[in-house]
């Protein structure tokens, strides 16, 4: 049947394939609430009917002659409310209220909604076959339960430092039980080390623009963190040499790989020239590898490189799930980890038995490896998106990872971006909490994981090039 052009006049409209047109006017309201309203309106009168596609938002935006953003902020409105769903390869279509309104209705699953890119998570696996067997080594887990439930010896059993061992070695690192420590998260596990390396007035060298967890930790402690300069490729050396020279710091913390937030990589030559520095001045240096087993060929890390002055930090975090809170610290020597498990012990007693029962199965039966591939392959299918979306030389980024790192246009400011997100269901962070000193640049970091599915992904960052390209003037005009 051949698509009907929707006149504005009451009764069903057969086929539209998204025409609608509506008179916002009529609302005396800013106009994206006038979409919302305009389909409610048509919905109830049945001028929309349950099923209808509705036109791009890039295609009513040029139709009633407003900014994509306005069009998007209203469509959002209209999911909140229940009238319409977004379908994967499709649109977006008009909801039927009765079905969405029954209990345990799944009409809303594939909506797009709200997106939230403020959360540095990866993707969720969705394969159906990963998924059960990840539960399924949950499940298995429930016939030593009680076992579980107690305390057990600090620093993980041998059986959870035998996987541990085996996991680092998948990064490279070929290390021995003596040297190694099992804690709950990384952020306990930099916690202890600062704690060991450094007391309250000492100061910790970081880059610039750097991991914000690192200067929560520094503040507690009482520690001075001094910023050192970098480029798109990291930390530089000879800036860290200068502030030796004159503070002499007792720590350089880096986050050298797929770095949070700039996605920056320490290239060899540069981890080198870091290490020459840090061993000349006696610094030690704090590695904070998070997404090591995302990358399939990464630079060697520190601790390959410089054993003895390097506390190297891996958690699953970053490459396993959010929820799964643990570490595996690395300590220059046997002797260095006796303060630090006494520090570890004092301030968290231990890690989760069922959490370490978990990671250790997993690590041991080829789960882990199973669900980082698929972070991989999900990762670079998001940045895929990213990069036929975002305006070049806006932002930088890694093919292997899943965040962006993004440089505001002139005449925007980080505060003002973030709101615009907001206006639109979208979640962005501000350069504020990454940066160390100085006046935050104009920037923001975008979070391409989580929970969000690839339909998601795509119309937040729609919504986002299309701010970035136009004027901030422009993108905030709603009436």
């Given at each position: 049947?051949a698509?009907t052009?929707?006149?504005?006049r009451?009764?069903p409209?057969?086929g539209?394939?998204?025409?609608?047109r509506?008179?916002?006017?009529?609302?005396g309201?800013?106009?994206y609430?006038a979409?919302a309203?305009?389909l409610?309106d048509?919905?109830?009168?049945?001028r929309?009917?349950?099923?209808?596609r509705?036109?791009?938002?890039?295609?009513?935006?040029?139709?009633l002659?407003l900014?994509?953003?306005t069009?998007?902020?209203g469509?959002v409105?209209?999911?909140?409310?229940?009238?319409?769903?977004?379908?994967v390869?499709?649109?977006?279509f008009v909801?039927d209220p009765?079905?969405?309104?029954?209990?345990?209705?799944t009409?809303?699953a594939?909506?797009?909604?709200?997106?939230?890119?403020?959360?540095?998570?990866?993707?969720?696996p969705?394969?159906?076959a990963?998924?059960?067997r990840?539960q399924?080594?949950l499940a298995?887990?429930?016939?030593?339960?009680?076992?579980?439930?107690?305390?057990?010896g600090?620093g993980?059993?041998d059986?959870d430092?035998e996987?541990?061992?085996r996991?680092?070695k998948?990064r490279?690192?070929?290390?021995?039980?003596?040297?190694?420590?099992?804690?709950?998260?990384a952020?306990?596990?930099?916690?202890?080390?600062?704690?060991?390396?450094a007391r309250?007035?000492?100061?910790?060298c970081?880059?610039?623009i750097?991991?914000?967890g690192?200067?929560?930790?520094?503040a507690?402690?009482?520690?001075?963190?001094?910023?050192?300069p970098?480029?798109?490729?990291?930390?530089?050396?000879?800036?860290?040499?200068?502030?030796?020279t004159?503070?002499a710091?007792r720590?350089?913390?880096?986050?050298?790989l797929l770095?949070?937030?700039?996605?920056?990589?320490?290239?060899?030559?540069?981890?080198?020239?870091v290490?020459?520095?840090a061993?000349?001045?006696a610094?030690s240096?704090?590695?904070d590898?998070?997404?090591?087993?995302?990358c399939?060929?990464?630079p060697?890390?520190?601790?390959?490189l410089?054993?003895?002055?390097t506390y190297y930090v891996?958690?699953l975090?970053?490459?396993?799930?959010a929820?799964?809170?643990?570490?595996?610290?690395?300590?220059p020597s046997?002797?260095s980890?006796?303060?630090l498990a006494?520090?570890?012990?004092?301030?968290?007693?231990?890690?989760?038995p069922?959490?370490?029962a978990l990671?250790?199965?997993?690590i041991?039966d080829?789960?882990a490896?199973?669900?980082v591939?698929?972070?991989?392959e999900e990762s670079a299918?998001?940045q895929?998106?990213a990069a036929s979306l975002l305006?070049?030389?806006?932002?930088?980024a890694?093919p292997?990872?899943?965040?962006?790192w993004?440089t505001l246009?002139?005449?925007w400011?980080r505060?003002?971006?973030?709101?615009?997100?907001?206006?639109?269901?979208l979640?962005?962070?501000?350069s504020d909490p990454?940066?160390?000193?100085?006046?935050p640049?104009e920037a923001?970091?975008l979070?391409l994981?989580?929970?969000?599915?690839?339909q998601?992904i795509t119309?937040g960052l729609?919504v986002l090039a299309?701010?970035?390209e136009?004027s901030?003037?422009?993108?905030?005009?709603?009436?």
């Open positions: 049947m698509a052009e929707y006149d504005g009451p009764g409209q057969v539209m394939s998204g025409a609608w509506p008179d916002l006017k009529r609302w309201k800013p106009h609430l979409i309203e305009a409610a048509d919905i109830r009168t049945g929309l009917t349950p099923g209808t509705l036109p791009t938002q890039r295609a009513l935006a040029e139709a002659d900014n994509f953003t069009v998007s902020r469509y409105a209209a999911h909140k409310r229940g009238l319409i769903e977004g379908r390869g499709q649109g977006t909801v009765a079905r969405s309104s029954r209990p345990g209705s009409a809303g594939a909506r797009i909604g709200p997106v939230d890119f403020t959360m540095n998570l990866p993707p969720e969705d394969a159906p990963l998924r059960a990840m399924a080594s298995d887990l429930s016939g030593d339960l009680i076992n579980l439930l107690r305390y057990q600090f993980g059993t059986e430092k996987a541990a061992l996991w680092l998948g490279g690192i070929d290390t021995t039980r003596e040297r190694l420590l099992i804690c709950p998260g952020h306990s596990a930099l916690f202890s080390v600062l704690g060991q390396v309250p007035g000492d100061t910790i970081a880059e610039r750097t991991y914000p690192i200067r929560a930790l520094a507690h402690l009482g520690l001075r963190l001094v910023d050192l970098m480029d798109c490729y990291g930390v530089d050396p000879d800036a860290f040499a200068a502030v030796c004159k503070v710091p720590a350089i913390y880096l986050n050298p770095q949070n937030p700039t996605t920056a990589t320490l290239s060899l030559s540069r981890r080198q020239a290490i020459a520095v061993r000349r001045y610094v240096i704090i590695e590898d998070a997404y090591a087993r995302l399939p060929a990464p060697p890390s520190f601790a390959e410089a054993p003895e002055i891996a958690g975090a970053k490459c396993l799930g929820g799964l809170r643990l570490a595996f610290l690395v300590a046997a002797r980890v006796l303060p006494g520090a570890l012990r004092t301030a968290t007693v231990m890690a989760s069922i959490a370490t990671a250790t199965r997993w041991m080829g789960t490896d199973a669900v591939q698929f972070v991989r299918a998001r895929r998106i305006p070049a030389g806006t932002y930088t890694d292997h990872g899943f965040h962006v993004i246009p002139e005449g400011t505060a003002a971006f973030a709101s615009q997100g907001r206006s639109a269901g979640g962005v962070v501000g990454f940066c160390v000193a100085g006046t640049p923001v970091r979070c994981g989580g929970p969000s599915t690839r998601q119309h729609e299309h701010a970035l136009g901030p003037a422009l993108a905030s005009t709603y009436i």
